[in-house]
């Protein structure tokens, strides 16, 4: 079965402070995507990092990294220099590659950002 | 560019009763997935359109969901008749394939729905 796990159902950090969620997940499969997907409390989904399975180099954007460890299948994002503005709930998802596009998704880690 | 919508926003019903949830995804996407969220558990997929045709729909609960998207614009997801367990947060994305690589889904901001 392809499942998530986000150990993590809630953190909190300090701003300006780094914090790191983690995601491990488990198939067969050997090639599929991974992302991190946050939703703040207006609700609305986006899109914060991804990353293709076939790829060594962990993927970056601005003050988001991952940690891809395919042999132990963890994914975990690190955000550094963290914001008010990040305070939102994360979740971690994959998708196989080809034509079954159904992401499978985490619980997702609620973080809270603290002046 | 505009991004997904999705309306209502938020809808209360009473068991026995219709809704139906609208989506209009990112013009030009001919992807658009439907996923359900119900409190405390994982966001689970329910169908994927491609245009208008469904590409797969093997996490609609029942047929007590019916989902069309009529000429691969906006869909429609109806709940008739509405359960107490149908509760939570419905999302629609939407994705237009690239190229060697699989399609990143954009999505709407959810609609909550709460049966009493």
Same mark, same amino acid.
């Given at each position: 079965a392809q499942t998530v796990t986000q150990s993590q159902p809630e953190m909190s950090v300090q701003e300006a402070e780094t914090v790191t969620l983690s995601c491990t997940y488990?198939?067969?499969e050997n090639n599929y995507y991974l992302f991190w997907y946050k939703q703040p409390p207006s609700r609305q989904m986006i899109l914060v990092i991804r990353q293709?399975?076939?790829? %060594? %180099?962990?993927a970056t954007e601005n003050r988001f990294s991952v940690n891809f460890q395919k042999a132990a299948k963890s994914f975990s994002l690190k955000i550094s220099d963290s914001q008010l503005g990040d305070t939102a709930m994360y979740f971690c998802a994959f998708i196989?590659?080809?034509?079954?596009?159904? $992401?499978?998704w985490g619980l997702?880690?609620? $973080?809270?950002?603290?002046? | 560019?505009?991004?997904?919508?999705?309306?209502p926003s938020h809808s209360v019903i009473e068991k026995g009763q219709t809704v139906t949830l609208r989506c209009d995804p990112i013009s030009g996407?001919? @992807?658009?997935?439907?996923?359900?969220?119900?409190?405390?558990? #994982?966001?689970? /997929?329910?169908?994927? /359109?491609?245009k208008e045709s469904?590409?797969? #729909?093997?996490?609609?609960? @029942? @047929?007590?969901?019916?989902?069309?998207?009529t000429g691969g614009t906006?869909?429609?997801?109806?709940?008739?008749?509405?359960?107490?367990?149908?509760?939570?947060?419905?999302?629609?994305a939407s994705s237009q394939p690239g190229h060697g690589f699989t399609d990143t889904q954009y999505f709407g901001p959810g609609t909550r729905l709460t049966v009493l």
């Open positions: 488990d198939t067969s293709e399975a076939y790829k %060594q %180099q962990n196989f590659a080809g034509n079954n596009r159904k $992401l499978i997702g880690t609620s $973080l809270a950002v603290n002046p | 560019e505009a991004g997904v919508t999705q309306f996407h001919d @992807n658009l997935y439907w996923y359900r969220r119900v409190m405390g558990k #994982e966001i689970k /997929f329910l169908l994927h /359109f491609v469904k590409q797969d #729909e093997s996490g609609m609960p @029942n @047929n007590r969901f019916l989902a069309e998207r906006y869909s429609t997801l109806k709940v008739q008749p509405a359960e107490l367990e149908d509760s939570g947060v419905y999302f629609c």
